[in-house]
């Protein structure tokens, strides 16, 4: 089993800068892909970005593209959003998973971290 922890949410104005992290413990040898999910208030969680851990693809919400990268540290079983120009819409909860097996669903969740982007 993965677990992961999610860290650097916080409160900021419209076109501020925020950078997530998130470090996995446990049998980290197995996961294959980390990424980010969030949920905005009164909606459902949407997938925001993902890194795979083994290739260099990734995916981006088009919403985000262009503002927000995702990057690893693999020998510290660790990834992060870098948050750019945000958007009151890009206020929610934010959450870390991984994945542990190639092709499946992400099956392991981090408590969540709320962002708040105000106007």
């Known amino acids: 089993q993965v677990q992961v922890k999610e860290s650097g949410g916080g409160s900021v104005q419209a076109g501020d800068s925020l950078t997530l992290s998130c470090v996995a413990s446990g049998r980290t040898s197995n996961i294959t892909a980390m990424g980010w999910f969030r949920q905005p208030p009164g909606k459902g969680r949407q997938s925001v970005a993902s890194i795979s851990w083994l290739s260099t693809s990734t995916f981006y919400r088009d919403s985000v593209k262009g503002r927000f990268t995702i990057s690893r540290d693999i020998p510290k079983n660790t990834i992060f959003l870098h948050m750019n120009n945000l958007e009151p819409e890009d206020t929610g909860v934010y959450y870390c998973?991984?994945?542990?097996?190639?092709?499946?669903?992400?099956?392991?969740w981090g408590q969540g971290t709320q962002v708040t982007v105000s106007s």
């Open positions: 998973a991984a994945a542990t097996q190639a092709g499946a669903p992400f099956d392991s």
